[in-house]
């Protein structure tokens, strides 16, 4: 007599049944009988560490661009938490470093940055209305330009804690201004422990794509970033190829730094002008421009590094007299060199949107256009992926998408 265990294999893929019900299908079976016809060992249920292999990504991928940025103070555990619930395939944590050496995530390692008169230029946290860190304030030169204010390399961990997150845009958004003051800046560890948790909960793999931030500036200060998230990943189980990871970067130089230390996906990031900003500092930016990235060559030397490319969206639709054009030839030759395309960054308001698709009044740069329509255009043109600031409209433009080509 003895317990024979059954168990059922369990993938997380968007098209995956909850991983509750198949967790309760999985629940070990007592039986009596004979044992030796069930002693086979039995399949390994995979874990969300390994959850990014062969068949995931989605195609189109929609990635929570710094969570549901439009709906949600960027950069938070509710704007990432709320991007998910949306239909998120990734979140995406921008990674700057802490004076003690812990990675975070926050659009640019500037917390907080004053006028030339010093008034308030722009704000993701409260720091300016904490006068125990009024002495933190400073000029640095950040890629090239000149900027007064708080940096997240002057605070430990501990002290950024403190803080409280603000919305970045208010003008734009000032309906995300409810929510100043009530949520934390988030770890890197936080955004992963959050994304392997709802994976777990929903039953679909929900992806990580941190893009490591000015690398060459935190290499200079002798706070880089490539050791610390490689030993992030490491201890999370995820540095492997399999990993539902991408990282991402608009320089060079720190991907070719990354790929013998990671198998993950990497994605070279492609600014709509000028050239990668370790180019510039080595003086060599007329040798390595943007523009020159993208031909079939600058491609093929990208796929020597890279397993993404991530331009900005004009690079694959230029807007024309406010109109979008006609696609360029950049979809196709990304892939014909083995790369797959995800574009940058499509958001629903006004400010954002070409002039043909915005709502009336056109001038109100908060109302909401017809962002659906941007994104179909891109996906028409056959890109694998897209940033959205509100994963809702992404994940209905995807739908539209599939109705279309299902001929619905």
């Known amino acids: 007599m003895g317990t024979a265990f059954v168990m059922l294999t369990v993938t997380m893929h968007p098209s995956a049944v909850s991983l ?30 390994a959850s990014g292999g062969a068949g995931w990504p989605p195609v189109p991928a929609l990635y929570g661009h710094r969570g549901a940025s439009a709906l949600r103070p960027e950069h938070t555990l509710e704007a990432y938490r709320l991007a998910i619930a949306d239909g998120a395939d990734f979140i995406e944590p921008d990674l700057v470093i802490t004076r003690d050496g812990v990675l975070v995530a926050r659009h640019e390692n500037a917390i907080a940055i004053l006028n030339a008169d010093g008034s308030l230029k722009e704000a993701t946290t ?42 970045r845009i208010p003008a734009v958004r000032p309906a995300n201004t409810v929510f100043d ?23 679909r793999t929900i992806g990580i794509a941190p893009e490591t931030k000015h690398p060459t500036f935190f290499q200079s200060i002798g706070l880089p970033l490539e050791a610390p998230l490689v030993a992030q990943l490491t201890r999370n189980g995820l540095n492997r190829q399999d990993a539902p990871v991408v990282i991402q970067s608009f320089e060079v130089g720190n991907l070719q730094a990354l790929r013998p230390l990671t198998p ?5 990031l492609v600014d ?59 979809v196709a030759d990304a892939h014909a060199a083995g790369l797959p395309v995800v574009i940058w960054t499509l958001r629903p308001e006004n400010r954002f949107l070409p002039a043909s698709l915005k709502a009336e009044p056109r001038t109100d740069a908060r109302a909401r256009g017809d962002s659906v329509a941007e994104i179909l255009a891109y996906l028409r043109a056959g890109v694998d992926g897209f ?5 809702a409209v992404g994940r209905r433009a995807i739908k539209a998408f599939q109705r279309e080509r299902a001929g619905r």
């Not at 125990?132 to 390399?153: L, M, P, Y």
């Not at 993950?264 to 070279?268: G, I, P």
């Open 20 to 49: 509750r019900r198949r967790t309760a299908l999985a629940t070990p079976l007592v039986f009596s009988g004979w044992l030796g016809a069930c002693t086979s060992t039995p399949p390994a249920v995979t874990p969300w560490e």
């Open 126 to 167: 409260d720091v300016v209305d904490r006068p125990a860190f009024a002495s933190r304030k400073a000029t640095k030169t950040i890629d090239g330009e000149r900027i007064t204010g708080w940096f997240v390399e002057d605070f430990t961990l501990a002290e950024l804690k403190t803080l409280r997150a603000r919305e």
């Open 181 to 203: 003051g009530q949520f934390e800046i988030p770890t890197l560890q936080e955004v992963i422990d959050l994304a392997r948790r709802e994976s777990r909960r929903l039953g």
């Open 264 to 268: 993950v996906r990497l994605a070279q």
């Open 272 to 330: 709509d002008s000028g050239s990668p900003y370790d180019f510039v500092a080595r003086g060599q930016a007329a040798a390595r421009t943007y523009a020159s990235m993208l031909t079939p060559q600058g491609l093929r030397e990208i796929k020597a590094y890279a397993d993404v490319l991530a331009p900005y969206k004009s690079w694959v639709i230029p807007v024309r007299d406010g109109v979008l054009g006609q696609p360029t030839s950049l």
């Open 387 to 391: 940033f959205s600031d509100d994963s």
